[in-house]
């Protein structure tokens, strides 16, 4: 199973029927491809600002993830991948090409069933990202990410630390999942 089958199952497994889920940080929408493409009653909005390194926040920059440092060129070539990936699923793809906090202030409050965070990996974009989404799922909905207890260093230090200090001050319990997935229901 290729990583991003490992992802998608592990999110499938929370969402109910007929759900609305809210993917941050698509890339090139292969995560995207394969959940519209496993459940044809699921409504995804794909987050990504797809920005080039120079409109990158610093502090993600910092953590060496390879993607905060694409040029225009890339950035540009990975939304038209993700656009063709899910092209014929129109119907149930709503794609954002905007930052994640701006994305999180046009949907209504309590709307979603789950929201994946997989995009700026700092510390502090993690910690926003929750607490931006939180309030858009519904109550015993989920909320999760990627690359949660990841031994890569580019990712390990901000996630978990962010994921950690939301669980703690909320007492919610964190569930792992395949390919470094975490989740918690709201």
Same mark, same amino acid.
């Given at each position: 199973?290729?990583?991003?089958?490992?992802?998608?199952?592990?999110?499938?497994?929370?969402?109910?029927?007929?759900?609305?889920?809210?993917?941050?940080?698509?890339?090139?929408? !292969?995560?995207?491809?394969?959940?519209?493409?496993?459940?044809?009653?699921? *409504?995804?909005?794909?987050?990504? &600002?797809?920005?080039?390194?120079?409109?990158?926040?610093?502090?993600?920059?910092? %953590?060496?993830? %390879?993607?905060? &440092?694409?040029?225009?060129?890339? !950035?540009?070539?990975?939304?038209?991948?993700?656009?063709?990936?899910? *092209?014929?699923? %129109?119907?149930?793809?709503?794609?954002?090409?905007? %930052?994640?906090?701006?994305?999180?202030?046009?949907?209504? $409050?309590?709307?979603?069933?789950?929201?994946?965070?997989?995009?700026?990996? &700092?510390?502090?974009?993690? *910690?926003?990202?929750?607490?931006?989404?939180?309030? *858009?799922?519904?109550? $015993?909905? @989920?909320? $999760?990410?990627?690359?949660?207890?990841?031994?890569?260093?580019?990712?390990?230090?901000?996630?978990?630390?962010? !994921?950690?200090? @939301?669980?703690? &001050?909320?007492?919610?319990?964190?569930?792992?999942?395949?390919?470094?997935? @975490?989740?918690?229901?709201?």
């Amino acid at each position: 199973m290729q990583p991003f089958e490992q992802r998608g199952t592990a999110i499938l497994k929370r969402t109910p029927a007929h759900a609305k889920a809210a993917e941050i940080g698509v890339l090139i929408g !292969v995560l995207s491809e394969f959940l519209l493409r496993s459940r044809r009653d699921l *409504k995804l909005l794909m987050v990504d &600002s797809w920005a080039p390194a120079e409109q990158q926040p610093e502090q993600y920059k910092l %953590t060496g993830d %390879t993607h905060a &440092s694409h040029d225009l060129a890339r !950035v540009r070539r990975h939304r038209q991948e993700a656009e063709a990936r899910v *092209k014929r699923f %129109t119907d149930r793809a709503t794609i954002m090409p905007v %930052t994640s906090l701006v994305a999180a202030e046009e949907i209504a $409050g309590a709307s979603l069933d789950l929201v994946f965070i997989d995009a700026d990996h &700092s510390y502090e974009g993690v *910690k926003a990202d929750i607490a931006a989404w939180l309030p *858009k799922i519904r109550t $015993g909905g @989920w909320i $999760g990410g990627h690359d949660y207890r990841n031994p890569d260093p580019r990712f390990r230090f901000g996630v978990d630390r962010a !994921v950690d200090e @939301w669980s703690a &001050s909320t007492g919610r319990q964190i569930e792992m999942d395949l390919n470094f997935t @975490w989740f918690a229901r709201v």
